[in-house]
Every structure is written in structure tokens, then in C-alpha cells.
């Protein structure tokens, strides 16, 4: 599968590697441009092209992976309609994301009791949205090896079609994306300070 | 704080291990007399401790590990449910939706015991599972817990964690909590997922 990324980040860079390693291929872009990626795409290998925001949102796949602060500069200007869209961001308010308690909650105040994939949504209308990925410190799945741990992602949307592409993606990589439901119920549960946001799940089985 | 489990089949037997694991008292009740549970009692655990079902209800915490109607008949045998904590870790599987009014199951019970201070917990994993060393590789097995009564679910949390587990508190019962429960014939996204929790 191609899938593009908007953001040239950690996110960027440990996902795509986890792509790259099971077969699938990547666009990366920034709001700097192509030429600003060479040594980014190339630390990937030949399965990463550096691309603009253009070239990653016509991907199977675009994974929006930025700074919260930069989502609506990074969503301008694509016809978002029919895309299947990640939103992998953390509603952080600062430019430098303040994860301690204090930040998270002057961070979850701003959102004035709505969701951040709604905020989302909103900047990218008619996008097939599915948050994901979003809820784990990268630190925690830089085991490259096909003996990782089977990291639980959880996955929320309201297009159930574009829900389980995004599930049968996560899951080609070796983690294990558990379907909480809907963007207004699931994806509140493991938006930043949300019970399911930060806890680093490994899968056993499902036992059923 | 004192725990009693009502109920001492499968799941309250898996429960009991759990507790006799960690040295921690619990009285287990089912229809049968107290003595009748003593010897499987014993084999588990010397903390494992038969009472009646007035007895058991006396206890601070009481776990419901029971078929879901019988909540009906727990009920009756306190005299008040006022301000105790009940971890309900029934199904209501295969229970028609209409017989509920529409409610989470765990709503209806806590209907039935007035005053009493519901955490839904303990549900999700299969007896076999539940009753096993909950410390895998490092991790802690975890259990979801939803309530109503946010202050409620702190003292389970407490449980949950001197029995090995790590506890993920969800929510409330009709919206959150409905990830992990039965509903009719089918199961919620969470049930059967048997997840260990490292950070």
C-alpha cells in the first residue's frame, strides 16, 4: 500500500520504518517542501520519496502527523473529499507539546468539551477519518525486529470501510489496532489525557 | 477493606484464586450452605472464607459473580446497599435488550440495589483467564472498570492492583462502559481482550 505522510517527524520516522518493513511504501512531505527531506527519505531507504502535501494526500493512506499547532496549515489546500485520512496528532497546545499534567489539562480545556478529531474533521471536510496511532509515545515501538511486542493501537472513526483498511494496515505491521468505535465515543477515550491515551498495552490474545 | 464474592461458580472460584494468590481474605457464598463450599474453599486458599449470604452482604466491597437475574435475589438479603461498593462482573449475554429497557445491564443492577455504588469490572476476560497469574512478562493483565459513580471506581482500582492487575478505568457505564460489555447476543469491543499493561 502507499501511504503518504503530512509531518516529517518522529512519527513520521518510526511509522514509516514500521511500513517500509512490511512491504508497504511512503510518501513523506513537509510545509518546507521535497527538497528539505532528501537525508530524511534517505535514513529510510528506497521505499521513502520526499513528495509535496499534494503527492501525500493522493496516497491509499494519508497519516496526518504534526505538531497540533500546525494541523491547520497542514490540511489547507487538498481536496480532503473521498481520502482516507489518520489523524495520528495529540491536541497540544504549545508549540512544544507540555505532556506534564498541567499541560494535558490547560491543553484539554482549550478544546472547550469537544474532541479533537472533530476539530480535525472540521479542517478537512469530506476526509474518511480514522484517529489512530496518535495515542503512544513513539519511544515505545522502536523494536524493529518481527519479535516485537504486539502493541495495542487504538483505532476510532465513523467510516467503518476506511476504519478497517486503516485496522488491516496497523495490524500488517505486527501491532494489534482494537477498534473503539466511533470518533465521538472511542476517539474521545484515547485523545491526549483520555483513559486510553498514554498506557502502553501489549495484546495477548483475543480470547473469542 | 473487606471483600466477599456472591457466587462460586467459575467465575467466583477464578475470583477466589485470584485473592488467594495474594494472601488477601475474601468470603465466597453460593446457594449451596457454607459448609458445602469448605472443602473446594480450602483447596484454593486458606484466606478463602464460606459465609452465608447475609454474612457476605455484610462486607464492604461485594463482588457479583453470578448469572445476571440472580442480582434480583442478592438484593433482598441486605437490609440496605446504602453506600456499599458492588463490582459487577456479570454478562448480561443473551439477555434481550427490551428486557432491560434499553439499559446497560449493570444500570438495571444497580437499580436493584439501592444506594449501592456499582463498578462494572472483572467482566471482560473468561474464567481461566481471570483465575491466572495476572503478572505476564513483566506486565500486569488488565481490567477495564466503568461506573457511574466516579469516586466508586478508585477503591476497585485499590483491589485490582493488590490482586496484580492493572486497572484502566473507562468511564460511565452507558457510554464507555458499553465497550466492554454484552449487549443481546453480541459482545462489546473490549470483551474477551486479554491485554498486560507495562507503563
Known sequence: MNVGFIGAGNVTRTFGRHLINAGHRIVVSNSRGPETLTEFVAALGPDATAGTKQQAAGC????????WVNVPAALKDIDWRGRILIDATN???DPEPDISLAGVTRSRAA????TSSAIVAEMAPGARLVKSISTLPMAWIQDFSPQKPRTVIFTSGDDEEAKRMVIELINSLGFVAIDLGSLAVGGAMHEVG??????????????? | MSCSIIGFGAVGQALARAFARKNIEVAVVSRRPPAALAPLAREIGPTIIPKSLQDAVEAEIVILAIPFWEHQEVAKAAASWQGKIVIDATNAFGVPVEELDGLPSSVV???????????KGFN??????????PNIKGGRRVLFLSSDDGSATDPVAALAEQLGFAPVGLGRLAERGALVQARGR???????QDLVKFT
Open chain 1, 111 to 114: 478544546l472547550k468539551g469537544r
Open chain 2, 124 to 133: 471482560h476476560l473468561p474464567a481461566g483467564v481471570l483465575g491466572g497469574d
Open chain 1, 194 to 208: 483520555a483513559p486510553l491515551s498514554g498506557i502502553d498495552l501489549h495484546f495477548v490474545r483475543r480470547l473469542r
Open chain 2, 109 to 119: 443492577i444497580s437499580r436493584a440495589l439501592p444506594g449501592a455504588r456499582l463498578v
Open chain 1, 60 to 67: 491509499d493512506i494519508v497519516i496526518l502527523a504534526t505538531n
Open chain 1, 91 to 93: 491536541a497540544h497546545m
Open chain 2, 186 to 192: 453480541t459482545w462489546t469491543q473490549l470483551v474477551f
